[in-house]
Antibody, heavy 120, light 107 residues
C-alpha cells in the first residue's frame, strides 16, 4: 500500500523559500512520476508541477520561475522548493503519485496535505 | 489555461439517491479528465481516471462519462460515506487544472 506524507515548516516568512518533502513508502519511487498540488483557502486546487520518472520537470507557468521539484531516489522522497514566497502562497500543499494510461495522467495516490502559512 | 467549470457547486440529496456532477472544459480535452473525492482533513482519493476508468477499489456505484469538453460523474446510489466533496481535473494540457468542487450534502 503506497503512502505519501508531506513534511516541512508550517510557517515561512515573506521573501523566503518554502521547502517541503514528500516521503514515499510502500512502493518504488524511481518507476513513477510525482507531483505537487496546492489549495489556497476557498479556492480550487492548483497544480504546481511534476517530476517524471526520467527526472525531467514540468511546472505551472504561473509559478515556474520560483519552483524546483526534485527526486531523491536513495532516500525515497521527493521535494518542492518555492522561492520568494508571499501571502498568496499560503495554502495546503499536497504531494501525489502520477499514474499514466496512454497519454493521460492522473493522481492515483495523494498525501494528506500540509498547511503552509506565509507570514512575518 | 484550460478552465474547468464544475456544476453544481453544491447539492442536497438523500441516501439512495442518484446524483450527477458535470465538468465543462473551456476547450476539448480528449478524455483526459479525472474525478476525485476529498473528505476534510484526509488525502483526496482517485475515483475515475481518463473519463470512465474506475480506479481499483472504488465501489462500482461510481461511474464517469463524457467526451469533447463535457464530462460527468454519477453516483448511482448514495451511501452515507459519499456525502463529501468531489472535484474534476484535466491533464490534457499543462498547466493541469481543477474544477472548483461540488459538495454533496444531506438533504
Amino acid at each position: 500500500q503506497v503512502q505519501l506524507q508531506e513534511s516541512g515548516p508550517g510557517l515561512v516568512k515573506p521573501s523566503e523559500t518554502l521547502s517541503l518533502i514528500c516521503s514515499v513508502s510502500g512502493g518504488s519511487i524511481s518507476r513513477y512520476s510525482w507531483t505537487w498540488v496546492r489549495q489556497s483557502p476557498g479556492k480550487a486546487m492548483e497544480w504546481i508541477g511534476y517530476v517524471s520518472d526520467s527526472g525531467s520537470t514540468t511546472s505551472n507557468p504561473s509559478l515556474s520561475s520560483r519552483v524546483t521539484i526534485s527526486v531523491d531516489t536513495s532516500k525515497t522522497h521527493f521535494s518542492l522548493r518555492l522561492s520568494s514566497v508571499t501571502a498568496a502562497d499560503t495554502a495546503v500543499y499536497f504531494c501525489g503519485r502520477l499514474g499514466l494510461v496512454g497519454t493521460a495522467y492522473y493522481l492515483d495516490h495523494w498525501g494528506h496535505g500540509t498547511l503552509v502559512t506565509v507570514s512575518s | 489555461d484550460i478552465q474547468l467549470t464544475q456544476s453544481p457547486s453544491s447539492l442536497a440529496a438523500s441516501v439512495g439517491d442518484r446524483v450527477t456532477i458535470t465538468c465543462r472544459a473551456s476547450q476539448r480535452i480528449n478524455g483526459h479528465l479525472n474525478w476525485y473525492q476529498h473528505k476534510p482533513g484526509k488525502a483526496p482519493e482517485l475515483l475515475i481516471y481518463a473519463t470512465s476508468n474506475l480506479q481499483s477499489g472504488v465501489p462500482s456505484g461510481f461511474s464517469g462519462a463524457g467526451s469533447g469538453a463535457e464530462y460527468s460523474l454519477t453516483i448511482n446510489s448514495l451511501r452515507p460515506e459519499d456525502f463529501t466533496t468531489y472535484f474534476c481535473q484535466q491533464t490534457y494540457r499543462t498547466p493541469w487544472t481543477f474544477g472548483q468542487g461540488t459538495k454533496v450534502e444531506v438533504k
